[in-house]
């Protein structure tokens, strides 16, 4: 787990606080290119119908999430489709 660290201000208490980065309000980690290939890979495998192929592997932009990435290949690994 990626910690973020803030530190105090000159005017209050010296300890260092940690705390998740999904807290922090900071910018989702983007899918990693390993992420990306296993997906794709698991689209061509799992999925037969071309139409529905192409519009799964439509979905796989670079906006989406780490998070999100590895939801979906969860969701390959897990369910018929």
Known sequence: MI????LASLDGPR???GFPLDFTGAEEEKMSDHNR???TDL?????QDENERERWLSQ???EMTKADSEELI???LTTKI
Do not use: G
């Open 60 to 62: 796989i932009n670079d």
């Open 74 to 76: 969860f969701s390959f």
């Open 3 to 6: 910690i973020a660290t803030t």
């Open 37 to 39: 290939r296993v997906l």
């Open 43 to 47: 689209i061509f495998q799992k999925v």
């Open 15 to 17: 300890n260092n606080h």
